[in-house]
């Protein structure tokens, strides 16, 4: 079993700034792809960035120079920084894993989601 263990989120005003986390554990061989999304209510899930285990990122257009994400390799944790933050970004923020589960195969885990409200 993997699991996902989530901080941060939380309100803020405009222009503020707030980092999210992600902790993974379990019998975890390597873990392939660390990702975030983020869901508003009626709306498709969509990737905001993920990053691969060769350190490849991607980022949506929509955060691209205002987000930045990275990862922990030592504590299987990705972090997203969120900086210059837009009352657009308000939403629930979900961490998507992909990891290699020793000696079953590979799957991919979602957190419970952190909310982030960004206020004018």
């Known amino acids: 079993q993997v699991q996902l263990v989530e901080s941060g989120g939380g309100l803020v005003q405009a222009g503020g700034s707030l980092r999210l986390s992600c902790a993974a554990s379990?019998?975890?061989?390597?873990?392939?792809?660390m990702a975030w999304y983020r869901q508003a209510p009626g709306k498709q899930r969509e990737l905001v960035a993920c990053i691969f285990s060769g350190g490849t990122k991607n980022y949506a257009d929509s955060v691209k120079g205002r987000f930045t994400i990275s990862r922990d390799n030592a504590k299987n944790t990705v972090y997203l920084q969120m900086n210059s933050l837009k009352p657009e970004d308000t939403d629930v923020y979900y961490c998507h894993v992909v990891a290699v589960v020793s000696g079953r195969g590979t799957y991919g885990y979602w957190g419970q989601g952190p909310r982030v409200t960004v206020s004018s």
């Open positions: 379990g019998t975890i061989s390597n873990i392939n792809v």
